[in-house]
């Protein structure tokens, strides 16, 4: 069986680019909710009219549905070769118990999850210090990539501002929640349950996932 892989981590753990990252390495393909869901949308499937339907009038989209293209997605022929990551789903118990439904019926199975662990408050200096282009979208941070000038973008010299989602106010509490939410995945998925220290360096961090990962049955098989 190829291997299965769950990323769970708080915004601004880096689980998002290592994932990016690990499945380019190691041959793995990368399922991201938020690319399933936009996907969807442009395909215009009947999930993804459905998904658009959500979005449109604001509502969360419901489990069933992010399942049921979790589920599309993970039938797709280059799964069964080659192995995923999952980036961001499960979220919640509900999910967890969900997917374990989904993977029984196509013949899959997770074999590792990563937890990137970081505290609420690097959480807070990684995003909080996040500043964006208000004219080409660039992302900047103000300590650890900061513009040459303090307040103004090195490319297209708009002003930079912070989303309204990056306040110290809106981290803690978006924190707080992804805690409440992971505690029981933590549970469900217990010896399955691998943890990394997120606040590592990008490096040190994809050289140890890359040993624990290769040392799982299958990915030799596939290389
Ligand atoms: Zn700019």
Do not use: W
Request: charged share 25%; aromatic share 4%; with cysteine.
């Amino acid at each position: 069986m190829p291997p299965g892989l769950i990323f769970l981590g708080a915004a601004g753990s880096g689980k998002g680019t290592q994932a990016q990252q690990l499945s380019e390495h190691l041959g793995l393909v990368q399922l991201s909710t938020g690319d399933i869901l936009r996907d969807s949308i442009r395909r215009q499937t009947p999930l993804g009219l459905e998904v658009k339907k959500y979005i449109e009038t604001g509502e969360l989209v419901p489990d069933e549905t992010v399942l049921g293209l979790v589920k599309e997605a993970l039938q797709d022929n280059s799964i069964s070769d080659k192995g995923f990551i999952l980036d961001g789903f499960p979220r919640t118990l509900e999910q967890a118990v969900g997917l374990d439904t989904i993977l029984k019926q196509i013949d899959l199975q997770v074999s590792m999850v990563i937890e990137f662990q970081i505290g609420l408050d690097e959480t807070i200096k990684r995003i909080g210090g996040r500043r964006i282009c208000s004219g080409c979208n660039k992302i900047y941070h103000v300590e650890f990539n900061p513009p040459s000038n303090a307040s103004v973008c090195d490319i297209c010299s708009s002003s930079l501002i912070q989303r309204k989602d990056d306040t110290e106010e809106k981290v803690r509490r978006r924190f707080e929640i992804y805690q409440a939410e992971t505690e029981p995945l933590i549970t469900h998925y217990q010896s399955l349950v691998h943890s990394v220290d997120a606040t590592r360096t990008p490096k040190e961090i994809f050289e140890k996932l890359v040993s624990q990962i290769e040392a799982l049955n299958g990915i030799h098989q596939n290389a």
